[in-house]
C-alpha cells in the first residue's frame, strides 16, 4: 500500500459500476477515504474500472467474472486471462448453487477452476470470491487448485458453517463481512469462528442498502459497530484491526 496515503476505512466489495453515475461513486469513496474494491461482474467492465481506479489513492479495481452469468458470459473467459496480468486484484469470481444458478454449476465450476488456476501460476493475486450456497465446493477447489503462497481468497458474504468458516481459516482465507451477515444470530454466531486478524468489511453496494438508499462505502462504519457489538470490542479496536490486515493482504502492492 502507498504509504503517503492511508485510508480510514476498508470497502472490500463493492460494485461501483453499478451506482447511477460510476466516476461519482468512485470520487465519493476516494473523498471518504475509503479503500474500496470495485469489484466487476464482466472483464469488459475491466478497462474503465482500470481507468477511473488508477486515478485515485483509495479505489482499486478488480477483475471479475460473476458466477451468476457464466452461464450466458462463459466466453468472457478468455478476455479475462487476457486482462489478468494487468490485475492484482481478481473479482467477483466464485461459485453460486442457488436456485437460480444451480443449473449452470459444471460451467461455473470449469470457469473458476481456470480462473484458480490462471491465478496460482501467476502468483501475489487477490481474490473476491463469492459462495452462496457452494461454500464447500469453493474451498475444495480453492485447496486443490490455488496452493499457499500463490494467492489469497477473500470470501465475500460467506454464509457457510462453522465447520466450513474454520477450514476457511485454515487454508488462510480472509473473510469480507458486510451489515446483512450480521443481521441474524446465525450470522453473528459464524462471526464468532472468525480470527479478528482474517477479518475484512465490505458494503456489497449497491445491492445492501442503508436508511433505504444503496449503501456506500463509508457505510462500512456501521459494519465495525456491528461487529464490536457482537464480539463485545470497542469499534476502534475493530476498525485498526481490518486496516491491520488490509496492510498484511496488500502488503505487495
Ligand atoms: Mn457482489
Redesign the pocket.
Known amino acids: 500500500m502507498n504509504t503517503n496515503a492511508t485510508p480510514r476505512l476498508v470497502d472490500l466489495?463493492c460494485?461501483l459500476d453499478l451506482y447511477p453515475d460510476h466516476a461519482a461513486a468512485v470520487a465519493r469513496a476516494e473523498a471518504a477515504g475509503v479503500y474500496t474494491l470495485a469489484?466487476t461482474?464482466t472483464p469488459r467492465a475491466w478497462p474503465q474500472n482500470r481507468q477511473l481506479a488508477g486515478r485515485t489513492r483509495f479505489v482499486r479495481a478488480a477483475l471479475g467474472l460473476?458466477p451468476q452469468l457464466v452461464a450466458e458470459h462463459a466466453s468472457e473467459l478468455t478476455l479475462w486471462e487476457r486482462y489478468l496480468p494487468e490485475a492484482k486484484y481478481v473479482g467477483?469470481v466464485g461459485l453460486d448453487a442457488g436456485p437460480r444458478f444451480n443449473r449452470s454449476l459444471p460451467a461455473q465450476v470449469a470457469a473458476f477452476s481456470t480462473i484458480l488456476d490462471r491465478c496460482a501460476e501467476a502468483g501475489g493475486k487477490i481474490l473476491s470470491v463469492?459462495s452462496t450456497r457452494a461454500t464447500r465446493d469453493v474451498l475444495d477447489l480453492v485447496e486443490r487448485c490455488l496452493p499457499p503462497g500463490r494467492g489469497t481468497v477473500v470470501l465475500?458474504?460467506f454464509t457457510g458453517s462453522k465447520v466450513d468458516a474454520v477450514r476457511a481459516v485454515r487454508l488462510g482465507c480472509y473473510f469480507s463481512v458486510n451489515l446483512q451477515m450480521l443481521n441474524t444470530d446465525r450470522g453473528r454466531a459464524l462471526l464468532g469462528a472468525i480470527p479478528l486478524d482474517r477479518i475484512l468489511t465490505e458494503t456489497?453496494g449497491p445491492?445492501t442498502n442503508v436508511a433505504g438508499r444503496p449503501a456506500e462505502p463509508a457505510d462500512v462504519t456501521l459494519v465495525l459497530d456491528a461487529i464490536a457489538a457482537a464480539r463485545q470490542v470497542k469499534p476502534a479496536d475493530v476498525a485498526s484491526g481490518v486496516l491491520d490486515n488490509l496492510r498484511r493482504l496488500a502488503a505487495a502492492e
Open positions: 466489495h460494485h469489484v461482474t460473476h467477483e463469492h465475500h458474504w456489497d445491492f
